[in-house]
């Protein structure tokens, strides 16, 4: 059974900074990729994220230079690192796994950012 349990969302201020994580239960981490997400009110989910198993990443090109994406596979987590966040990053984040035939979602964490 995988579980993907994010944390680290919350209230910011522009121009701010969060990282989130994403604890994930699976017993062969290290080989997987994941994907970070968000979703805001009334929007579709987009990918925001993306880092694979060697440690290659791809970013929206809304967050370029903005985000971060890194994994630490001794503690089996995916970070987020967002720095000078804007009103419109403010989204449900949620972290994804895709292990072919099945699709794994975290429940997500809000982030808002305030103007």
């Known amino acids: 059974q995988v579980q993907l349990v994010e944390s680290g969302g919350g209230l910011v201020q522009a121009g701010g900074s969060l990282r989130l994580s994403c604890a994930a239960s699976v017993s062969t981490f290290s080989i997987l990729a994941f994907g970070w997400y968000r979703q805001a009110p009334g929007k579709q989910r987009e990918l925001v994220a993306f880092?694979?198993?060697?440690?290659?990443?791809n970013y929206a090109d809304s967050v370029k230079g903005r985000f971060t994406v890194s994994r630490d596979n001794a503690k089996n987590t995916v970070y987020l690192q967002m720095n000078s966040l804007k009103p419109e990053d403010t989204a449900v984040y949620y972290c994804n796994l895709k292990r072919f035939p099945l699709d794994y979602w975290g429940q997500g964490t809000q982030v808002t950012v305030s103007s």
């Open positions: 880092i694979n198993s060697r440690g290659s990443t």
